[in-house]
């Protein structure tokens, strides 16, 4: 296999090896909200529960952080900024207009257990969770997108400014992840394709 691979020109995806900045701290005397999902991701309707996390996206003179709110039954990225996790949530909130009673899940983060956030949750009537300490398993929607970003794209690109790098994230997020990828999860079909099936025939 090495062999036919070498002599076509086709190498594998890897993963870049490098220290990642820290994109949460929980060491905080901010208030914890309880774990309401307890790793049940089996959720049949969309608009009922988002769950959150933020990561690291290099680029020539640095980082940037990328936010992101994506909806587990439909596996669509709802909202999503680079550096500012309360547009993220306000992108989220007016793309999709919840209704009261959404479940926002996401690790215990100063930027999650943040007044400002708490606030914008109760205003929205929004419902907060958080996974249990060191577990990131609670969070595993959230983290598999994070993975699937950096291995299929980020990894492999040199992004030479914050808007460069901004605009590709569009791309990937909007154009290629939400109305493209297909989603085994869904009956092999695009986030965007899926919810617009279920309201169409619900």
Known sequence: MAKIMRENGIKANTTRKFMPPMTADSNHEEAISPNLLEQNFEVTEPNKVYVTDITYIPYMFGFLYLCKFKDICTK???????????????????????????????????????????????SKGIIQSMSRKGN????????????????EFTNHKNFSSQEQARYSLFEYIEVFCNRKR????????APVTFENEFYAYS
Request: with cysteine.
């Open 76 to 122: 669509k990225i709802v909202g999503w900024s680079v550096d500012n996790h309360m547009k993220a949530l306000q992108n989220a909130v007016e793309n999709q207009k919840p209704k009261e009673g959404l479940i926002i899940h996401s690790d215990r983060g100063s930027q999650y257990a943040s007044k400002e956030f708490r606030e914008k949750l109760n």
């Open 136 to 151: 990131c398993w609670d969070n595993a929607p959230a983290e598999s997108f994070f993975s699937t970003l950096k291995r």
């Open 182 to 189: 297909l989603h085994s999860r869904i009956g092999y079909k």
